[in-house]
């Protein structure tokens, strides 16, 4: 196995040994007030979304993972198996890999297979050029595709990229690819003049992916033996900073990072989000070799979710947009000192 391949199982074996589903995070600095007289029925809650010219049944979705060896092979099958089932988007993890050697594309092209008419999206760094970008969508025949910007985790990995000129390549990609783009951090959230400045090259999507699950710091670090980089690991925004900063800005906000249960992707949809990626909660069991146990959460999430819509009385995802929400001192003071900052 070449040393790409080798990172990709080293990346999976260290999200386990790092996961913590306890894992407290911003998500518990908010508050949603209650309504006890909604007026509504269950019956009467509707959690879809119509978001890339497409209706949705459910506003979450399997966000970017893995893909390039035999083990990511296997839960790319499961994921796109539950995908199907659940009519769920699913973003594959980067295809760089495949675009090099050939004989890992199975590894992704199965997604397609399984899951003939479901919405996927590919994913490549956002360093690409626009061949490879057409590749990775010809490869899965993806109806959208990810662009990852993961500076800190690429200098922090030896071997990792130095050069980040994207701005003219993201431009270009939006330009002439026609399938939505969707920009992505990975799990160290985006700032206000970051978005913006996508929103001036012609981004439509931004994944805010935010610190408060998988930590990518740690993860690239204990595959670094020769520097101790802990001291950065609380590195990024927060999901929910993320959110609250960016909210304002025209644009099409996609939460992830840290969604733990359906309280979290209700609370991301009241901090303005469109839908809710989902990684590190749904690996978690299909590293445990479990499956079913994943089948299960899903299920469990789609009767949860319009039971906490119906707690707060709102019927759609547009109307959760409008749910007042109580800050925390710590995230009251965020504001405070950003609105101050900037
Ligand atoms: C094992 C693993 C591999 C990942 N690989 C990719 C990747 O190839 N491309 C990408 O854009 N994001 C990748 N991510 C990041 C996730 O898409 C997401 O942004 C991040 O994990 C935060 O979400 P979470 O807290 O729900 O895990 C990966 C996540 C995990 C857990």
């Given at each position: 196995m070449n040393r790409s391949a080798q990172r990709k199982n080293e990346h999976l074996s260290l999200f386990e040994k790092n996961y913590n589903l306890q894992q407290k995070n911003d998500f518990d600095e908010i508050r949603l007030v209650p309504d006890l007289i909604p007026e509504l029925g269950l019956k009467d809650i509707k959690p879809k979304i119509k978001i890339f010219n497409r209706e949705f049944p459910h506003s979450f979705f399997i966000n970017a993972i893995t893909g390039g060896t035999a083990k990511a092979k296997e839960i790319n099958q499961q994921l796109a198996t539950l995908a199907q089932k659940y009519d769920l988007a699913m973003a594959v993890g980067s295809q760089k890999i495949a675009l090099k050697e050939k004989d890992t594309r199975d590894t992704f092209e199965i997604v397609r297979k399984i899951n003939p008419h479901g919405f996927i999206i590919a994913n490549l760094n956002a360093n690409q050029d626009i061949s490879q970008v057409k590749d990775a969508i010809a490869m899965i025949d993806a109806n959208a595709i990810q662009l990852h910007l993961n500076s800190p985790q690429e200098l922090i990995n030896r071997d990792g990229d130095r050069n980040f000129l994207l701005s003219n390549n993201i431009s270009k990609i939006c330009e002439q690819i026609s399938k939505p783009v969707i920009i992505k951090s990975v799990g160290f959230g985006i700032s206000y003049d970051n978005v913006k400045r996508l929103q001036n090259l012609g981004v439509k999507y931004v994944d805010v992916s935010g610190k408060g699950g998988t930590n990518f710091i740690k993860i690239e670090n204990q595959q670094n033996?020769?520097?101790?980089?802990?001291?950065?690991?609380?590195w990024g925004l927060s999901t929910v900073e993320s959110l609250l900063i960016n909210r304002k800005i025209p644009i099409n906000l996609i939460a992830s990072g840290g969604i733990r249960n359906p309280l979290d992707i209700i609370k991301s949809h009241a901090l303005g989000a469109k839908m809710v990626g989902v990684s590190g909660t749904f690996l978690h069991p299909l590293i445990k070799k479990n499956p079913e146990k994943l089948d299960q959460l899903i299920s469990e999430w789609i009767e949860e979710i319009p039971k906490i819509m119906l707690m707060l009385g709102k019927s759609s995802i547009d109307q959760l947009y409008k749910t007042q929400t109580i800050l925390s001192v710590k995230i009251s003071n965020f504001l405070n000192s950003w609105d101050k900052s900037f």
């Open positions: 033996f020769s520097h101790n980089l802990d001291y950065l690991n609380d």
